[in-house]
């Protein structure tokens, strides 16, 4: 072997052996990683359903179960706040999450965790029986304490899909879908659809299964 094929012979293996461990490096798993995991949220999302219900298992829940099961099916994760028996404070009217832009000033009821679940969510899926026309207390409360979150500086102007599942004795539900529009429009969010009447199980399943 000549200087000339030694040199070429070498070059060639100490290449083979950088490449062998570029493959089983760290560095070539994370990447994998990412792109696997890219590929994931190409088709999950994460949705996080408000339930306003004061029944676990009334109306109202059985649509959230049904849209649940039908966002499952195609991979998405579902998380389920039930307001009720949750501790959430009304909002205080402060305004000093305006002021500060630093989040509530209420850093220790459960609405932290909502908070966090909000931040975490892709689409927010906001469920209620009609009381008096509108959204029940619970879930009204919450969206009045969503103020603090969405003038928090991290997430202002932080766009969401939404959806809207309920259910009532009657079928006006058009004071509680004039209250919907005013705060997703103001927060810029995007409306997928809304679910309303009871026993409408299988259209909020194809709700559900319609997210990607
Ligand atoms: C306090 C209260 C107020 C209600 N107000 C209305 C109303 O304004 N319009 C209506 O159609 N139904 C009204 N209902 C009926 C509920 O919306 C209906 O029974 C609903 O399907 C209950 O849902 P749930 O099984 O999740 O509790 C009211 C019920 C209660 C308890």
Redesign the pocket.
């Known amino acids: 072997m000549d200087r000339r094929d030694f040199i070429k012979k070498s070059a060639m293996a100490v290449a083979a052996v950088a490449a062998t461990s570029l493959l089983n490096s760290p560095v070539m798993a994370a990447v994998n990683e990412y792109i696997n995991n890219d590929n994931t949220n190409k088709t999950m999302k994460k949705i996080l359903i408000l339930n306003g219900?004061?029944?676990r298992n009334?109306?109202?829940?059985?649509l959230v179960d049904a849209f649940t099961e039908g966002a499952k099916s195609n991979g998405n994760e579902v998380k389920e706040h039930f307001i009720h028996g949750m501790k959430v404070n009304y909002c205080l009217g402060c305004d000093m999450c305006m002021k500060t832009q630093k989040g509530c000033v209420q850093k220790t009821d459960d609405m932290n965790t909502i908070y966090g679940d909000l931040t975490w969510a892709d689409v927010i899926v906001f469920a209620?029986?009609?009381?008096?026309?509108?959204f029940t207390a619970e879930l009204k409360t919450v969206i009045d304490r969503m103020f603090g979150w969405f003038n928090l500086d991290t997430n202002g102007g932080a766009r969401k899909d939404t959806a809207l599942l309920m259910?009532?004795?009657?079928?006006?539900y058009s004071m509680a879908l004039d209250q919907y529009h005013i705060f997703t429009k103001y927060l810029e969010w995007k409306d997928l659809g809304t679910v309303l009447g009871?026993g409408k199980v299988d259209e909020a399943r194809r709700l559900g299964e319609s997210i990607k």
């Open positions: 219900s004061s029944r009334g109306y109202t829940s059985a209620s029986p009609e009381y008096w026309g509108t259910t009532a004795r009657g079928n006006d009871r």
